[in-house]
């Protein structure tokens, strides 16, 4: 079971309080080691994990859970902006749908949302040997492309998987801090009018998270 929780920026936070994102990631935990998980089970894991953030954090976060069962089949249920892609033979060969209620509003858990891991997109895809499966928050993808991440990924794919993440990473934040680089958030913000982007150019500064799989 992998999964990536990214906290909803503009959510408001209690002082002193654990994050809503740091506390589905420890009651996740909990489904770890114990085999691959049909989509329902992955749902019902998110939910259960979601209703005791609910009370005992604060905040909003997005959600990505993904397993892979004996059958080689990945199973995901993505819940906000961060994306699941599946690259096989440097292309990208299956992707988990993104959930926005609208530009830069995704899908979000938190006790004030009504949305729920039910409401997340679902993605189900056989694996072969050799396939790169990446989550990662949105704060990858809204500064590199498809195309630059499969060549990022082409570039460091003979070393460990570890380089490849490193490298998704250092270059996304590399971008994020180019005011002049285009991105496909600076191509989505010129669209919807973002000051600021009027010229659909500029990294976005975000969180940055990365997990990177090798099928063997």
């Known amino acids: 079971l992998d999964f990536i929780f990214d ?3 503009g959510a408001e936070k209690l ?3 654990p994050l809503y994102s740091n506390t589905l990631a420890q009651q ?8 691959g998980l049909s989509i329902d089970e992955i749902k019902a894991n998110m939910l259960k994990a979601a209703e005791y953030a609910d009370v005992a954090a604060t905040g909003a976060s997005t959600a990505v859970v993904a397993s892979i069962g004996d059958d ?3 199973r995901a249920v993505n819940l906000g902006d961060s994306v699941l892609m599946v690259i096989r033979e440097g292309k990208i060969s299956a992707r988990a749908k993104e959930t926005i209620h609208y530009f830069d509003c995704p899908f979000q858990l938190s006790d004030e949302s009504p949305d ?7 993605l189900q895809t056989p694996l072969k040997k050799g396939d790169l499966i990446i989550a990662g928050s949105d704060g990858i ?4 492309n498809d195309d630059q991440i499969c060549e990022i990924v082409s570039k460091n794919n003979k070393g ?9 990473v250092s270059e996304s934040r590399k971008i994020s801090k180019d ?3 285009a991105t496909p958030y600076a191509r989505m913000a010129k669209r919807n009018n973002y000051s600021g982007y009027s010229m659909g150019v500029g990294g976005k500064l975000d969180d940055i998270s990365c997990v990177v799989v090798r099928c063997k």
């Open 28 to 35: 996740m935990k909990s489904s770890v080691g114990k085999g």
């Open 160 to 168: 460990s998987i570890s380089k490849v993440a490193q490298q998704l």
């Open 72 to 74: 080689d089949t990945l």
């Open 116 to 122: 729920r891991p039910r409401n997340g997109s679902v």
């Open 15 to 17: 002082d002193g309080v």
């Open 7 to 9: 906290g909803v920026s």
């Open 141 to 144: 993808f809204d500064n590199l």
């Open 179 to 181: 005011p002049n680089a």
